[in-house]
């Protein structure tokens, strides 16, 4: 089986940020809804992206097995952030350490540019949005084609234009899909979208505040990476591209070399390896027999991880009539496992005065 290496991204430096980005202090912490001062309007902090797997539906009940304590926040997977944005709303995530990764090179580009740029990824957002009133999904086309691929295939940092393509392209596209074909050429087909909501500025200055807290970083990086690091006191959320319920059913594809059998069977290990250390984990994963297997067998129950079903709604097929419930597989370690301690040395009679 082939290995694919995704090449590493070089990060956008924090330049400007005063200027780029409104201040977290200018986001209310507690709360989903906050203000933004520019504008003087409410908006709510979550997600900005529509994205495979995002866990938006589910966070009622992840609620339920946050950890009440905990020093440091780590996501490998991040995605859409759902969980990020969930804990960094209600305040949770304040006066915390928090390392956020994904192995996307678009995805993490992305999220920098909105980050570091927000203004001038807001302004050429406008635009696209204007050009798609116009024409439609043919400007869709024109965007994918013409200019989006050709960019990225550069491997240059993404610049607030490339962002908004993202952006535009994530909002417009099918179900909001990112995939990639062999060539790594990003082929998702135009959704059918009467008045699709492109550009919420509000939304995205509020973002911004988000990543640009106190403590809060963002790399492109494996997940093997991020979990190596971790240890007792974190708590680690890992939403990772699932394993298919069926041949047809894989959507694995956000890199150009997917997400195999065999990164499954490392990501197993390294979730079984954090917990052993003293991590709190929680892993939303798909009901496939073969990941039911493999988080419920000796070493995973060792290392005290647990498996539940909980009710969820398949968002992703190209029939709607195909979309609706099914279960998924939320992996945790409610209880810490014992870690081992460390023999202390024995002090001869002599040295101890007896």
């Known amino acids: 089986m082939r290995i694919h290496v995704v090449k590493p991204f070089i990060a956008i430096p924090r330049t400007s940020r005063a200027s780029a980005a409104v201040p977290p202090e200018n986001f209310l912490?507690?709360?989903?809804?906050?203000?933004?001062?520019?504008?003087?309007?409410?908006?709510?902090?979550?997600?900005?992206?529509?994205?495979?797997?995002?866990?938006?539906?589910?966070?009622?009940?992840?609620?339920?097995?946050?950890?009440?304590?905990?020093?440091?926040?780590?996501?490998p997977f991040l995605g859409s952030g759902a969980v990020f944005f969930d804990l960094y709303a209600s305040g949770r995530l304040a006066g915390k350490r928090v390392e956020l990764y994904d192995a996307n090179p678009d995805l993490v580009g992305c999220y920098l540019a909105v980050r570091d740029r927000t203004e001038a990824v807001i302004a050429a957002l406008e635009e696209l949005a204007g050009q798609?009133?116009?024409?439609?999904?043919?400007?869709?086309?024109?965007?994918?084609?013409?200019?989006?691929?050709?960019?990225?295939?550069?491997?240059?940092?993404y610049t607030p234009e490339l962002a908004a393509m993202f952006i535009y392209l994530n909002r417009t596209g099918f179900n909001g899909l990112f995939r990639l074909n062999r060539s790594g050429l990003f082929n998702v087909p135009a959704g059918r979208y009467e008045n699709p909501r492109i550009c919420d500025a509000e939304h995205l200055r509020a973002v911004a505040g988000a990543l640009n807290g106190p403590g809060v970083t963002l790399e492109q990086r494996p997940f093997d990476y991020a979990l190596a690091r971790a240890k007792r006191g974190d708590f680690v959320y890992c939403d990772p591209p699932y394993a298919p319920l069926s041949k047809t059913a894989s959507f694995a594809h956000y890199t150009a070399g997917g997400f195999t059998p065999d990164d499954q069977a490392r990501l197993h290990t390294a979730i079984v390896d954090a917990a052993s250390r003293g991590a709190r984990l929680i892993v939303s994963h798909s009901s496939a027999p073969e990941i039911m297997k493999a988080y419920s067998n000796p070493q995973a129950r060792k290392a005290g991880l647990l498996v539940q079903s909980v009710p969820a709604r398949r968002a992703i097929n190209s029939r709607a009539s195909n979309r609706g419930p099914i279960d998924e597989l939320l992996i945790s370690n409610p209880k810490l496992p014992m870690l081992k301690a460390k023999p202390r040395p024995q002090l001869s009679r002599r040295a101890s005065g007896s």
């Open 29 to 75: 912490l507690h709360g989903t809804a906050q203000r933004d001062r520019r504008s003087d309007k409410t908006c709510v902090i979550g997600p900005f992206l529509k994205w495979a797997g995002g866990k938006r539906q589910l966070l009622p009940t992840l609620r339920l097995h946050y950890p009440p304590t905990f020093t440091r926040y780590v996501e």
């Open 132 to 157: 798609h009133d116009e024409r439609g999904s043919a400007c869709y086309y024109d965007v994918r084609d013409s200019r989006f691929n050709p960019a990225r295939r550069t491997g240059q940092p």
